[in-house]
T-cell receptor, first 114, second 115 residues
Framework: KQEVTQIPAALSVPEGENLVLNCSFT??????LQWFRQDPGKGLTSLLL?????REQTSGRLNASLDKSSGRSTLYIAASQPGDSATYLC?????????????FGKGTHLIIQP | GAGVSQSPSNKVTEKGKDVELRCDPI?????LYWYRQSLGQGLEFLIY????????KSGLPSDRFSAERTGGSVSTLTIQRTQQEDSAVYLC?????????????FGPGTRLTVT
């Protein structure tokens, strides 16, 4: 059974800092891993999907890495802005498949101070 | 194009009543998923439909929960004899596994409150 853990649970930093959010998963036989953002009272917005054959995926100021062998993924946010304040969720397929229900971590609640 | 839509956005029901929640996936997406998000449990997978295959019901918490997907498109999640612990936000997602590596796109959710 897939288990996903995110560290830290909460993070508060001044605007402009670069930061790293961590995710670990127990079943490394995954096809992909997805990072989401959730704003209060809203649904989930997909940020990045990394396929198992990839090591990194970039979108704007966001960069996600994947190390299947160690069961880890990181989300790097460059030059953070107050608008980045949200909860960031990491999710991996619950049985390792490509089209599969996701197991989510409990998220990192991020606050960027202006 | 349009994203995943869900209705209603909010539902308040009395304990013991049945409720139906609806999900319209992104057009052309063959895979559809239901999740729920509650304060105590975080985000939990409930059920997954892929094309005409039998659904993966491994996440359904009890036999009071069921889901259908008609015509490979719209899905309905039904909760019978609702209990207070069913109060949560129910989220639907869809994906196209053969392209985009199965990236899941989520709807805005239905907030269910059982009184």
């Amino acid at each position: 059974k897939q288990e996903v853990t995110q560290i830290p649970a909460a993070l508060s930093v001044p605007e402009g800092e670069n930061l790293v959010l961590n995710c670990s998963f127990t079943d490394s036989a995954i096809y992909n891993l997805q990072w989401f953002r959730q704003d209060p009272g809203k649904g989930l917005t997909s940020l990045l999907l990394i396929q198992s054959s990839q090591r990194e995926q970039t979108s704007g100021r966001l960069n996600a890495s994947l190390d299947k062998s160690s069961g880890r993924s990181t989300l790097y946010i460059a030059a953070s802005q107050p608008g980045d304040s949200a909860t960031y969720l990491c999710a991996a397929p619950h049985s390792g498949g490509g089209a599969d229900g996701l197991t989510f971590g409990k998220g990192t609640h991020l606050i960027i101070q202006p | 194009g349009a994203g995943v839509s869900q209705s209603p956005s909010n539902k308040v029901t009395e304990k013991g009543k049945d409720v139906e929640l609806r999900c319209d996936p992104i057009s052309g997406h063959t895979a559809l998923y239901w999740y729920r998000q509650s304060l105590g449990q975080g985000l939990e997978f409930l059920i997954y439909f892929q094309g005409n295959s039998a659904p993966d019901k491994s996440g359904l918490p009890s036999d009071r929960f069921s889901a259908e997907r008609t015509g490979g498109s719209v899905s309905t999640l039904t909760i019978q004899r609702t209990q207070q612990e069913d109060s949560a936000v129910y989220l639907c997602a869809s994906s196209f596994p053969l392209a985009g590596a199965g990236e899941q796109y989520f709807g805005p959710g239905t907030r269910l409150t059982v009184t």
